[in-house]
T-cell receptor, first 111, second 117 residues
Framework: DAKTTQPTSMDCAEGRAANLPCNHS???????VYWYRQIHSQGPQYIIH???NNETNEMASLIITEDRKSSTLILPHATLRDTAVYYC????????????FGAGTILRVKS | GAVVSQHPSWVICKSGTSVKIECRSL??????MFWYRQFPKQSLMLMAT?????????EQGVEKDKFLINHASLTLSTLTVTSAHPEDSSFYIC?????????????FGDGTRLSIL
């Protein structure tokens, strides 16, 4: 699986957009980008995923660069409940569909 | 959205006992389930992939005789930690996927916190 690189931590003001970057420069053509988050002492929560087009759902937007080497997760109006560890994962169908978690980004939303 | 349930959520037991953790997909049939372990302040580590009706595939370094996985039906997988010791204390999390080869997301349970005294 392609490796991802994320900042260790980020702060965001409540009500503002949170933009979480992820680098995946070795991603291959059939690998998807997935985002999950984990709130303390809970299981990871699925947020969004994409292959090459930008995606939006009720939780977030995913912007993938044209060369697919990086992506950005956008939480449009962050709330205190969005404080969590955010994981960007590149997933390959060729490797049993596994999710391999990195260290993620600790997002702290502050009032 | 898809719901995955884990039971128990918390268990404390004496060293040397075996502990069984259940993972159920409540509203879909899961051909594949995954088991993870997470130590404090660390990320999730994949332990094994469980496929319905066949043997589990374990990640390198995970003892298959220590962590017994059964996936007898499309909605239930179990992880048994045999002869548990304090170093097995951890947060165990399962996830379920509808299809083995699919871009559909995995959905996670809320985890089981295991404490071995």
């Amino acid at each position: 699986d392609a490796k991802t690189t994320q900042p260790t931590s980020m702060d965001c003001a409540e009500g503002r957009a949170a933009n979480l970057p992820c680098n995946h420069s070795t991603i291959s053509g059939n690998e998807y980008v997935y985002w999950y988050r984990q709130i303390h002492s809970q299981g990871p929560q699925y947020i969004i995923h994409g292959l090459k087009n930008n995606e939006t759902n009720e939780m977030a937007s995913l912007i993938i660069t044209e060369d697919r080497k990086s992506s950005t997760l956008i939480l449009p109006h962050a709330t205190l409940r969005d404080t969590a560890v955010y994981y960007c994962i590149v997933r390959s169908m060729e490797y049993g569909n596994k999710l391999v978690f990195g260290a993620g980004t600790i997002l702290r939303v502050k009032s | 959205g898809a719901v995955v349930s884990q039971h128990p959520s918390w268990v404390i037991c004496k060293s040397g006992t075996s502990v069984k953790i259940e993972c159920r997909s409540l509203d879909f049939q899961a051909t594949t389930m995954f088991w993870y372990r997470q130590f404090p302040k660390q990320s999730l580590m994949l332990m094994a992939t469980s496929n319905e009706g066949s043997k589990a595939t374990y990640e390198q370094g995970v003892e298959k005789d220590k962590f017994l996985i059964n996936h007898a039906s499309l909605t239930l997988s179990t992880l048994t930690v045999t002869s548990a010791h304090p170093e097995d204390s951890s947060f165990y999390i399962c996830s379920a996927s509808r299809y083995r080869e699919s871009n559909q997301p995995q959905h996670f349970g809320d985890g089981t916190r295991l404490s071995i005294l």
